[in-house]
T-cell receptor, first 114, second 112 residues
Framework: SAVISQKPSRDICQRGTSLTIQCQVDSQVTMMFWYRQQPGQSLTLIATANQGSEATYESGFVIDKFPISRPNLTFSTLTVSNMSPEDSSIYLC???????????FGPGTRLTVT | GENVEQHPSTLSVQEGDSAVIKCTYSDSASNYFPWYKQELGKRPQLIIDIRSNVGEKKDQRIAVTLNKTAKHFSLHITETQPEDSAVYFCAASGAAGNKLTFGGGTRVLVKP
């Protein structure tokens, strides 16, 4: 299974600012995804990070608010832009191999917006 | 799109008893159904999964069953232990490497 790390593990940010979260996988993975998990809630998919092309966003999430980069098969970033307190959440990345169904998660980034 | 519903939202069992969590899905094209365990402050961990060509899968004290006709699948934990206390999520996916749609989660508490 892939080992996934994220940076930072947590941050406290002021409203109106932006934060970029990094996701690193220890092996090449075809698929990478970004999820949001609000306190006590389930996981909601933000977008699929596509290597070499624009990310595919789910309904309710837009590129201007959550720009995503994926320069190669082991790394992706998610930026939370122009933050408001409603963006306070845990953000998780996951990865999976093409042709394999299993997905593994990073440890998450706990974001608090004040 | 896919919709996954999970029940119950909370489950309290005595140590040694069994726990059952049920999920239903809406998209008949879904063919992969994983279960994740998430302990407080930790990442979701894949504990067992099942594909649509299999009706049941077992791994030690945990098992998953799938009823494609009824579009529901269940997680069974036998001989529960305090370390089984966590939030469990079911999910569904339509293809290898495809995105997962999660159920709402079940908070399991195993009382010693």
């Amino acid at each position: 299974s892939a080992v996934i790390s994220q940076k930072p593990s947590r941050d406290i940010c002021q409203r109106g600012t932006s934060l970029t979260i990094q996701c690193q996988v220890d092996s090449q993975v075809t698929m990478m995804f970004w999820y949001r998990q609000q306190p006590g809630q389930s996981l909601t998919l933000i977008a699929t990070a596509n290597q070499g092309s624009e990310a595919t966003y789910e309904s309710g999430f837009v590129i201007d608010k959550f720009p995503i980069s994926r320069p190669n098969l082991t790394f992706s970033t998610l930026t939370v832009s122009n933050m408001s307190p409603e963006d306070s959440s845990i953000y998780l990345c996951s990865g999976g191999q093409g042709g394999s169904y299993e997905q593994y998660f990073g440890p998450g980034t706990r974001l608090t917006v004040t | 799109g896919e919709n996954v519903e999970q029940h119950p939202s909370t489950l309290s069992v005595q140590e040694g008893d069994s726990a059952v969590i049920k999920c239903t899905y809406s998209d008949s094209a879904s063919n992969y159904f994983p279960w994740y365990k998430q302990e407080l402050g930790k990442r979701p961990q894949l504990i067992i999964d099942i594909r649509s060509n299999v009706g049941e899968k077992k791994d030690q004290r945990i098992a998953v069953t799938l009823n494609k006709t009824a579009k529901h699948f269940s997680l069974h934990i036998t001989e529960t232990q305090p370390e089984d206390s966590a939030v469990y999520f079911c999910a569904a996916s339509g293809a290898a490497g495809n995105k997962l749609t999660f159920g709402g989660g079940t908070r399991v508490l195993v009382k010693p």
